[in-house]
């Protein structure tokens, strides 16, 4: 009886196996050897199915774009995510883009034709995505990813408005795409209808036929989606222009959604690097994998490129932390001493750096009362002047008049931020000059990097002085009263707040209270 019953299970085992051996391999999990073996469905074999492994390397998380397509599906798993790109908030995020785009072209209007009534222009405009290299991390573009919750590499987005005021949205991929799947991505990336890319020329120059709209587009020579654009308006005989600036413009003023989705990401940074101080790590790179660690249990990805924590020469642990909640960006840069105590010459020029933050705050603050300080290129030579001020208390420069250029160009040298203010948002700070030069407005989110390099061979400075670098971050936004909000507080800042904080700092004032309450006990 035994034997008929292992005789039995040998010889299934063995029609399951051949049954499936065409499909699946030998390297292939159990799974694949069980699923060919289940009978097909009605609705399986209506639909017709890709192969599982097809399935399993089409949609690999090793995959550009990784495993979800879009950023709202990749915060289902947070159970207090804070979604943005939600269709209602996506809707907003491109009206605010064509009206911008609209207010331009009215004042371009009003400036060569004072007397000419107001016209009612149509745009066309055209955003190209990222392109997936191999070996390289993907990130969808800023631009594309603020109008259309897509990762999918390589996509195009037309956004169009006619004079009727009518809108709608056109998104194209390189793969082709049938009805069924066109429906479907449709309502997942809320545009009217999904078409594979070699249509991006025809439907434009249908598109340009309405009405003469006026076409948009960032040119670059690399990108295929841009020697597209630039054949259609060749044929169509219609001016290219280039919306970048004012696009990184419309960024800048951040909704209510956005704002919320930054002070996630500023306190997930500011958590877990506070986190990161509070534990004893003699290694860089487990200070940085620690880091990392605390981000992702938090929901969020940290940025590999600022992530790398170093100590100096003098004692001093640096770190420029950052990380992405949404796709959206918070960042700080701390320092602090890994004996646990700051010495008093990198008290002092750590003091300097808060005495500045606070005194550009201020500045900040009075930009909507016609300050002195109105953009973040002038808020920037403010930081020089002030640290040239402090500077020579602290005797690194000689008392001396000198004008306020000579001051900035001294300055610069014992600063090693090449950019002190930025704009933070989606992705990767903006840093263009055209944008740093436009005026602080409320709902702007900006990045602080200060920071003071005493050089080892500067003989003007003290010797105590000599190779000390201290540099203090955080991301700030402004308000509709123009008042400043610190997103970063959660992380200390003060000196005695990150003396507490360390472990090395923790045990010497246990120490010191416990020798404290020793030596004031009777014998």
Partial sequence: MLRSLRNFKYLARRDVRRGCSVVATSDRSDVHLVLPTLMSSEFAKRIRPLPVPELIDRFSRDAPGGQFPTITEYLRSDPRSEEVLLPEEIDLHRTMALDDLNAYMHAKDAFKEPQRKNRIFAHVLVVAGAESLRRCPFRQRSEFLYLCDCLRPGAALVLHRSRKQKSGALLFLPEEVDSQLSTIYSHMHHVDDVLPLAMLK??????????????????????????????????????????????????????????????????????????????????????????????????????????????????????????????????????????????????????????????????????????????????????????????????????????????????????????????????????????????????????????????????????????????????LHIGDDYSVEVLTAVCPSEPQAIEACIPAGRARSLRLLAGGDQGGSPA
């Fill in 202 to 475: 025809k439907s434009l120059l249908w598109l340009l036929k309405d009405q003469s709209p006026e076409l948009w587009h960032s040119f670059q020579t690399s990108s295929l989606v841009s020697r597209i654009v630039q054949e259609a308006a060749d044929e169509a005989r219609t001016p290219l222009s280039n919306p970048r600036y004012i696009l990184q413009y419309t960024r800048t003023v951040k909704t209510s959604r956005e704002l919320c989705a930054l002070r996630r990401a500023n306190e997930i940074a500011a958590d877990s690097l506070a986190e990161m101080m509070a534990q004893h790590h003699r290694n860089s790179h487990n200070l940085s994998t620690f880091f990392d660690y605390k981000c992702r249990l938090r929901y969020a990805h940290p940025d590999e490129a600022k992530a790398s924590c170093l100590l100096d020469n003098n004692g001093l642990w640096h770190l420029d932390a950052g990380c992405q909640y949404g796709g959206y960006e918070g960042g700080l840069a701390r320092c602090w001493p890994s004996s646990g105590r700051f010495t008093p010459p990198q008290k002092m020029l750590y003091g300097a750096l808060l005495d500045i933050r606070r005194d550009l705050c201020a500045l900040i603050q009075s930009a909507g009362s016609e300050g002195a300080v109105r953009t973040p290129l002038e808020l920037h030579a403010a930081y020089l002047i002030l640290l040239a001020r402090h500077l020579r208390e602290l005797r690194v420069l000689p008392k001396g008049e000198r004008s306020p250029a000579e001051t900035v160009e001294v300055a610069r040298h014992y600063n090693c931020s090449p950019v002190v203010v930025s704009h933070v948002g989606l992705g990767k700070r903006d840093t263009s000059r055209r944008l740093l030069d436009y005026p602080f407005a409320p709902g702007n989110v900006v990045s602080l990097r200060l920071s003071i390099s005493i050089p080892d061979d500067c003989c003007r400075a003290y010797p105590e002085f000599r190779g000390i670098l201290c540099q203090l971050g955080d991301t």
